[in-house]
């Protein structure tokens, strides 16, 4: 089984073709929409194309003053997982992150959607999302301890010129802690302070100086809690202001979202929107005023983000169980028709999907049990969520949907380890009984990502093709061909007004050559850690009530 395409995107870059950008590990595929060729692989031919050639000075005074060396021999597996992509508004530009060396890479798309690597900026921290601003001059780059910075997208000399200018010399950390006992308010903290101030007796520095970025970029905000999402949005706010303003929109696991003003008044907090139970991990404008908020909650929250108001609360809850029971269904019947070799779909057995069910369930709730004795006698490392966080929901992803035929506006939702695309009207927002008009679209594997193609009702969705449905960390172990692409297509509305997918045969058709693509290899640890990261924002019962640190804060 070959390695799933864990990230999507689409680009028109000026011909009006479409291109599809797929990611599969390190490798990042540019295909033709029209007949499915692969325009453009990155890295070219081998593992050392990812990787930039340094100069070397020759240390003697003769000969050539300077020589080009290619990088020592790496593993594929080695090479850097992508983990975000964004094209630019002008679509002749894409932004990817890769995540093992924290790198900020930007490709120029020609109008034949080739592409080729402008500029790589490897960041201090690995970022966990990243926009493009309205004008398309800048990145804004949002990592995980925190932190949001602002990088032009193509720099020029000016830019250079005046980040130098401005450079000053790094100072070096004093011996000992900034904090102290008085500001300090947990246990655990406490104990970390009692520690440092041990090392510090001791003349040890407690952190290395800081290496100074060394290209163009401005700190716009911080957080004080592992940051998740950012947006970025221009608006008016209310009428009496002539020009629109531009806002940041950030998210934390602490269940916060803030909302800031845009550069250069990133500083200026407008205010919060509060209401989250557990950790946010996914925003969307639904529409310009009215944004959406999911993550470990079984509900989404819905804003009036100018206000910070709180305009609704959708639960999503019933829609996920209903699927997994519908699931259960599918699967009893096809044991069933197994066991007779007949072709013959047989009615579902009520007793025996209960009894599936109730086995499920019976399984998370002692799984559950086990994990927690064990948290509190070890502090787990992060890693990839286990099995026994199958009953939890955890929002993976947040889009909005516009159809251009039928001016009809929908908000896709994917669970994390679901095989499943939820989806409702965005105007069902508003109502209290939002939640009741939630349908999903059946997938053969969990959803990974999904891309619209421009000016037509039609996704691509990427899914897990290497564990069982429903599963993030059991393999499939059948020989099946699974595909990893799917093509849907929004025919119309059902007769409560729901919308109605079919698959898109002729892009599927399309998409055949990619499915069958043989990427990079795969190994079961990385995989999980790259696909299901999601879960592990969750707290667990010591970080709530002690404060202790969180999970996932490796660099």
């Known amino acids: 089984m070959h390695h799933p395409y864990q990230r999507l995107t689409v680009c028109v870059p000026g011909t009006g073709a479409q291109f599809l950008l797929a990611a599969s590990g390190h490798k990042l595929f540019s295909v033709n929409l029209a007949d499915g060729s692969v325009v453009t692989q990155w890295p070219k031919e081998g593992p050392n194309e990812a990787l930039e050639e340094k100069e070397v000075v020759a240390e003697e005074t003769e000969g050539p003053p300077s020589k080009k060396r290619r990088l020592s021999n790496e593993k594929h597996e080695d090479l850097p997982n992508i983990i975000h992509m964004v094209v630019t508004a002008s679509q002749n530009h894409l932004v990817v992150v890769t995540a093992e060396d924290k790198c900020l890479r930007v490709f120029e798309i020609s109008p034949e959607g080739k592409l080729e ?60 802690p900034a904090a102290h006992e008085t500001t300090v308010h947990t246990k655990a903290n406490l104990r970390s ?119 609704n609360r959708v639960n999503i809850s019933k829609a996920v169980q209903k699927m997994k029971h519908n699931f259960i269904r599918e699967k009893v019947v096809e044991e069933d028709v197994e066991m007779d070799g007949s072709d013959i779909r047989h009615v579902p057995d009520e007793q025996k999907i209960k009894e599936e069910v109730e086995a499920v369930e019976n399984a998370t709730n002692t799984d559950e049990k086990l994990v927690e004795a064990e948290e509190r006698s070890v502090h787990p490392s992060a890693g990839p969520p286990t099995e026994s966080k199958i009953g939890k929901i955890a929002v993976s992803n947040i889009w909005r949907f516009v159809s251009p035929s039928m001016g009809k506006s929908h908000l896709l939702i994917a669970i994390e380890g679901l095989p499943a695309l939820f989806h409702f009207p965005i105007p069902s927002l508003r109502t209290e009984k939002g939640g009741e008009d939630i349908g999903y679209i059946p997938l053969p594997s969990n959803i990974l990502d999904i891309t619209q193609l421009r000016n037509t009702n039609t996704l691509i969705i990427s899914v897990d093709n290497i564990h069982e449905p429903s599963s993030t960390t059991i393999v499939d172990s059948s020989e099946e061909f699974k595909p990893r692409l799917l093509a849907f297509e929004l025919v119309g509305e059902d007769l409560d007004g729901g919308a109605v997918w079919k698959p898109q045969k002729d892009v599927d058709s399309v998409l055949l050559d990619l499915n069958e693509q043989n990427t990079v290899e795969w190994h079961e640890k990385a995989l999980q850690t790259l696909l299901y990261s999601v879960e592990n924002l969750r707290k667990r019962g010591a970080e709530e009530q002690d404060g202790a640190p969180e999970p996932g804060m490796a660099e």
């Open 117 to 176: 690597q402008l500029s790589q900026r490897n960041m201090p921290k690995k970022p966990c999302a990243i926009v493009i601003s309205p004008d398309d001059k800048s990145i804004y780059s949002a990592d995980k301890f925190g932190d949001v910075y602002s990088l032009p997208l193509v720099p020029t000399a000016e830019d250079h010129a005046e980040f130098q200018s401005r450079t000053k010399k790094v100072v070096e950390p004093k011996a000992g």
């Open 193 to 311: 302070l009692e520690s440092q101030l041990k090392q510090a007796q001791k003349g040890k520095p407690l952190s290395k100086p800081k290496e100074p970025l060394d290209f163009p970029h401005d700190l716009l905000l911080g957080h004080v809690s592992l940051l998740t999402d950012l947006l970025v949005t221009t608006i008016k706010p209310d009428e009496s202001i002539e020009k629109p303003r531009t806002y940041l929109i950030t998210s934390d696991r602490d269940e916060h979202v803030r909302i800031s003003r845009g550069p250069p008044q990133a500083y200026v907090i407008e205010g919060f929107c509060l209401g989250h139970r557990e950790f946010i991990n996914k925003l969307c404008l639904a529409e310009p005023g009215l944004l959406v908020s999911g993550g470990g909650d079984d509900e989404l929250l819905i804003w009036d983000w100018l206000a910070q108001k709180l305009v």
